[in-house]
């Protein structure tokens, strides 16, 4: 009796688990998911169910990350949402497939698993690893059946493989989503070619490839050097004549990372934080947003240097309001009024500007005047420009890129055509342009007078002046600017390259800065083509070489003259009138990073500075920071790693290579930065005044703090009197750690680095570096050790 009592028990238990569908990490044969139900990994680490993204009132099952901020990593039934998940089923059926039915018999999802005899014991797993696979028995060690590792969506998981298996047929490759809100499969895809040499590629709509890796050397992949950090990730290749697969493997098995593909094209690299308790985005590729083919679609304009990549242009809106704003923008723009193709159509003019893709050149047209008319006549005419030759494009415009004012690349004039209802105030305008205009010429020809007048009386004078003009360079007579300086009397200042001293321009009363080098022993004509390529650089946040000098043994750079002095002056004067509230300080670390970036990524040649510190940050009028000593290694050569290598005190602003003999690189300008912001932080030179800081050097002072989860407070200048934000003074600080890691290859871009201070990028909790954990103690370097430079 008692064992007839416990079989029905057993039975009743069963049978109610199988109707519930209840289950921890795995489902049997019979049982179900509906409604709210989930499976919950081993580990506690991934959960599968149902889930609806943002207000789409879809629901599909996936598998996500089980922490506070939901994000799916795989999805089932992509392409084919349910509407009522609780009368939904996911089960493990009959004949050993997963399957989705949405009511009791449609079938939306299937694995298809190749299972020709099913076992009674087959079991679905969802493995702590994210993976769901199915198994021949409840048995870890059973056959496998399926795995939704080989049917990847858009993330890339650590220990699953991306690549091609040509035994199985196997080709797994990332699809992007198509919008926040839509799992079905958007544009782009992120894969290896069957074909070609090991690297992956992004590529729109199966056709167009817009970016890769560069090809697999066994370490790394060419285009991506940051990947000798090795610090988050591990990557592995199994390459012969079959296969050609790669996988990854995170070193720290706590630690929540990924790779997600999003709607955008962009790849991005994430990672779970749980001090923030946010996702952070530790990097995207390509780097440049807008090298996404078709990122901003038909009359989108794409740019780098805002946080809103896309912009319709002007007379036009999006075509889809709904799907712009959850992030796919390359449905494009469409006009606000049709073009009725008249006299009257008028252009938006667009300065700044790449050329797109897929114009026509007009040969006939030998002016920018004929150019315009050409396209006017032409009713399927919607752009034109005028770069030596007339170029003109039909239907729809597509990769049009706005570059910033302060961009080395060749820039044109778009001239995009709309109806003319889109300029209602030309009319007026060119009224107002007409009287300017009669202004300006009238002030033109005054100045022209004037400036005329006084090239005639500098001509008569007997006492030298100026000598010749070398591009926007003014090569200056040496008894000039001896003149103008007094005989050098007053010294502003001394830097690693040599002294500065003030000058003014007779003529003009205007100030200037006089730098006489040392340890130049360069030839006449050498140093004037090297002083005449920096001359040519030109960023709002880089100091403005006017002129030069070479008179026999002297060399001599004129600059403009900074009233506000050197970034130091501030930082570390006790003087009360002098404390820059934490606002300016973190507008001047990020117009130092912006200039750095210029230097290492817009110019024609990157340049290297090599010497970053806040006696080499001038400040204008308006507070705005100024790199001065750029372009050193040019005209010092040989001499010039002699110079910073001299610079005494221990814990200076030289990244490692310095010392290690190693290859000197852009990181080693990141790696001062860094330095340089831990003292914009803490308004103290990092090595004095240890006390403050229970004798740690300040750098790993805040590392530890950081890791202790304390907030940017116990961090800031004493002066700014708590009136400074918390958050953003520890986000500060995570970007100057991250910048002063060991490894070159650890540390970010400058261009990173920008995004990352402007809030563009999310910053993680770094290591602490190595040679930071042996600086136990500050070092007691004299005041007399310091150089007291200004320039």
């Known amino acids: 009796m008692a064992a007839s009592i416990a079989s029905c028990f057993l039975i009743s238990f069963f049978l109610s688990v199988a109707l519930l569908g209840h289950a921890d990490d795995r489902l049997l044969r019979g049982q179900s998911l509906s409604g709210d139900q989930t ?5 506690g680490k991934f959960e599968l169910g149902f889930f609806s993204p943002g207000h789409s009132g879809n629901y599909y099952v996936g598998i996500w990350y089980k922490v506070p901020k939901q994000q799916v990593v795989w999805v089932a039934n992509r392409d084919a949402p349910v509407s009522d998940r609780s009368s939904s089923q996911f089960k493990l059926d009959g004949h050993g497939n997963l399957v989705l039915l949405a009511g009791p018999d449609r079938l939306v ?3 298809n698993s190749s299972n020709t005899f099913p076992s009674a014991s087959a079991v679905a797993v969802l493995l702590d690893d994210g993976n769901l696979v199915l198994l021949e028995d409840n048995r870890t060690s059973g056959e496998l059946l399926w795995q939704s590792f080989d049917h990847p969506t858009n993330t890339y998981l650590p220990r699953a493989k991306l690549g091609y298996n040509k035994l199985t047929g196997a080709n797994r490759f990332l699809t992007s989503w198509k919008n926040l809100e839509d799992p079905s499969p958007g544009k782009f895809t992120f894969e290896i070619d069957p074909n070609g040499v090991t690297q992956f590629y992004l590529v729109k709509e199966r056709r167009e490839r817009y970016w890769t890796t560069g090809v697999w050397n066994g370490e790394i992949f060419s285009a991506m050097p940051e990947m000798r950090s090795g610090y988050f990730v591990n990557f592995t290749n199994v390459s012969n004549r079959d296969v050609n697969e790669f996988s990854y493997y995170v070193f720290d098995p706590n630690a929540i990372h990924n790779f997600m593909l999003d709607s955008s094209g962009e790849m991005v ?7 923030t308790g946010e996702w952070l985005r530790f990097a995207m590729l390509p780097r440049d947003p807008c090298d996404v083919e078709g990122r901003c679609g038909a009359f989108g ?5 805002s946080s809103s990549f896309c912009q319709c242009l002007q007379g036009f809106q999006p075509r889809s309001s709904k799907d712009w704003n959850l992030g796919d923008q390359t449905e494009g723009c469409i006009r606000n009024v049709p073009l009725r193709c008249g006299e009257d159509d008028g252009f938006v003019v667009l300065s700044n500007t790449l050329l797109p893709v897929n114009s026509t050149s007009l040969s006939s047209s030998s002016s920018r005047e004929n150019c315009r008319t050409a396209c006017l006549k032409n009713c399927s005419c919607t752009a034109y420009a005028y770069a030596s030759r007339c170029l003109v494009w039909h239907d729809d415009l597509f990769d049009l890129k706005s570059l910033s004012s302060s961009s080395s690349v060749e820039s044109y004039t778009v001239n995009v055509r709309v ?15 007409t009287i300017v205009l009669i202004t300006m010429v009238g002030g033109a020809v005054i100045v022209m007078l004037v400036v005329l007048g006084k090239n005639w009386s500098r001509r008569r004078r007997k006492s030298e002046t100026l000598e010749v003009v070398e591009g926007p360079l003014v090569s200056f007579d040496y008894k000039f600017l001896k003149r103008a300086t007094k005989d050098f009397s007053e010294k502003i200042g001394r830097g690693s390259f040599g002294a500065v001293f003030k000058g003014e321009l007779p003529d003009s009363g205007e100030l200037i800065a006089v730098k006489r ?7 006449e004509k050498q140093f004037r083509m090297e002083v005449t390529t920096i001359g040519l650089i030109y960023h709002i946040n880089l100091i403005r070489l006017r002129g030069f000098c070479c008179h026999g043994d002297h060399r001599l750079l004129v600059y403009d003259y900074m009233v506000g002095g050197s970034l130091d002056s501030f930082l570390f004067n006790p003087d009360a009138s002098r404390v820059l509230r934490w606002k300016r300080r973190r507008m001047i670390a990020v117009g130092i990073a912006r200039g ?3 230097l290492h990524e817009n110019c024609r040649d990157c340049i290297m500075h090599c010497d970053i510190k806040p006696e080499n940050i001038l400040l204008d009028a308006d507070m705005t920071p100024k790199i001065a000593d750029f372009g050193m290694a040019k005209l010092l050569g040989h001499e010039f790693s002699r110079v910073l290598t001299t610079v005494r005190g221990t814990f200076g602003y030289l990244a490692p290579e310095w010392i290690t003999g190693s290859a000197i690189t852009p990181k080693a300008d990141v790696y001062s930065f860094g330095m340089v912001l831990f003292e914009i932080i803490s308004g103290r030179r990092n090595r004095d005044r240890c006390e403050m800081w229970n004798h740690l050097y300040f750098p790993l002072f805040a590392a530890i703090k950081l890791h202790e989860g304390a907030g940017g407070g116990c961090l800031a200048d004493s002066k700014l009197k708590g009136e400074a934000d918390e958050d953003e003074i520890a986000r500060v600080c995570r970007v100057a750690l991250w910048c002063i890691q060991d490894l070159e290859s650890s540390r970010p871009t400058m261009g990173e680095v920008v995004r990352q201070l402007e809030g563009v990028l999310d910053v993680a909790l770094p290591p602490i570096p190595t040679l930071l954990k042996n600086m136990n103690v500050c070092d007691e370097t004299d005041e007399e050790d310091k150089p007291s430079s200004v320039w």
């Open 39 to 43: 499976m919950v990994s081993e580990g």
């Open 109 to 111: 999802w299937s694995s």
């Open 269 to 275: 690299r994430r990672k779970w934080d749980n001090g």
């Open 301 to 305: 304009s794409c740019n780098n240097y």
């Open 419 to 433: 109806d003319a209802s889109e300029l209602r105030d030309r009319k007026s305008g060119k009224k107002w342009r």
């Open 517 to 523: 080098l040392e340890s130049v022993r360069q030839g």
């Open 596 to 598: 750095l970036a210029y």
